[in-house]
C-alpha cells in the first residue's frame, strides 16, 4: 500500500484526476460532520460488503480516516488489496485532521 501527502492529493483533486477517495470514518459522528471534498463515505465496518459494488477497480482509491493515529484507513487499505484486489490504493495517513488543520475546505 503507498503512502500519500496531503500536497500530492491536493495536486490530484486540482488537476481533475479521475480518483475515488474514501471517508472510512462512520458517517453520523465523523462523515457527515466534515469530510474532503468528493469522498465518498464507506465505513470500515461495512468495507468488505460495499467497496466491490461502490468503487472501480479500474481508477485510483485513496483511503483516509481522523488522523496520523489512527488505524482504519491502513486496515481499509490491506482489505482493497490483499482481500478485493484493488491495485492502486493510497492511505492518506495525516486523514480530515491535517485537512481541516492545513486550511483546506471541507464538505458537510
Known amino acids: 500500500m503507498e503512502k500519500i501527502s496531503i500536497d500530492d492529493l491536493k495536486k490530484k483533486i486540482d488537476a481533475g484526476e479521475d480518483i475515488q477517495i474514501v471517508d472510512v470514518r462512520g458517517r453520523e459522528c ?7 471534498p468528493g469522498a465518498v463515505s464507506i465505513p470500515l465496518n461495512k468495507f468488505e460488503e460495499r467497496a466491490p459494488r461502490e468503487l472501480d477497480k479500474e481508477k485510483p482509491v485513496i483511503v483516509y480516516c481522523g488522523s496520523v493515529s489512527c488505524t ?27 485537512w481541516r488543520d492545513s486550511g483546506s475546505d471541507v464538505e458537510k
Request: hydrophobic letters at 35%; proline letters at 3%.
Open 30 to 36: 465523523c462523515y457527515d460532520l466534515g469530510h474532503i
Open 72 to 98: 482504519l484507513s491502513p486496515r481499509a487499505a490491506q482489505i482493497l488489496t490483499n482481500t478485493l484486489g484493488f491495485t492502486d490504493v493510497s492511505d492518506y495517513a495525516g486523514g480530515i485532521k491535517e
